[in-house]
Structures are given as structure tokens and as C-alpha cells.
């Protein structure tokens, strides 16, 4: 999965697309060790465990849980990955184009 995620993230890295980690393993020092070892250079927020107030506020009982959500801030798609996530991605930006 994550090879697909930094690919999707260079690749769209002129479009309206951002990738917005939460990551629960451990504090904001290891967070970011562990980032800069994977080569992760999109944004993470620190939720310490899988028990902090990210994943509480989210409702996540599962990780990865992967949520896409449009301009507006609405979520459209949960737990899409690699080419499901793809697609929905593009599915998403094409009608953020037709809307123009």
C-alpha cells in the first residue's frame, strides 16, 4: 500500500490532492523517525495510540482506515486502497473539473 500512496501523492502533486496521515505509533519523535525511515513526506497528525482522540473522533476500529473525501469536505469513500483508492481519487478530481 504505501508505494501506491507515495506514487499517488507525486503524481498529483499539482493537482487539488492532498494525503493527510493519522499515525498511532507512539509520540511525535518516533512518528517522525519512523516517517523519515519509510520516506513518508505528506502530512501526519500524532494520535499517540489506537485508542487517542483522532481515532475516537473518526470512529476507526482498524488500521490502515482509509477515508477520501471530496472539496466540501465530505466523506465519499472508506477503506479504498491502492487501485480502488486510485480511482476514487481521479473520480473525485474529475468532478472538481466538470464543476469549473
Known amino acids: 500500500m504505501l508505494p501506491h500512496e507515495k506514487a499517488l ?4 502533486k499539482d493537482k487539488p490532492f ?12 518516533a512518528v ?3 516517517l523519515a525511515e519509510q520516506g ?7 494520535d499517540v495510540s489506537t485508542e487517542g482522540p483522532w481515532a475516537r473522533a473518526w470512529n476507526v476500529s482498524g488500521w ?5 473525501l ?19 481519487v481521479n473520480e473525485l478530481l474529475a468532478e472538481l473539473e466538470a464543476a469549473k
Do not use: C, H, M, Q
Request: no cysteine; proline share 2%.
Open 40 to 46: 513518508i513526506t505528506w502530512r501526519n497528525a500524532v
Open 9 to 12: 501523492v507525486e503524481r498529483l
Open 70 to 88: 471530496d472539496s466540501k469536505g465530505v466523506i465519499r469513500f472508506r477503506d479504498v486502497r491502492d487501485a480502488e483508492l486510485e480511482a476514487a
Open 18 to 29: 492532498a494525503l493527510i496521515g493519522i499515525n498511532s505509533d507512539g509520540d511525535a519523535a
Open 64 to 68: 490502515p482506515t482509509i477515508y477520501v
Open 32 to 34: 517522525r523517525k519512523l
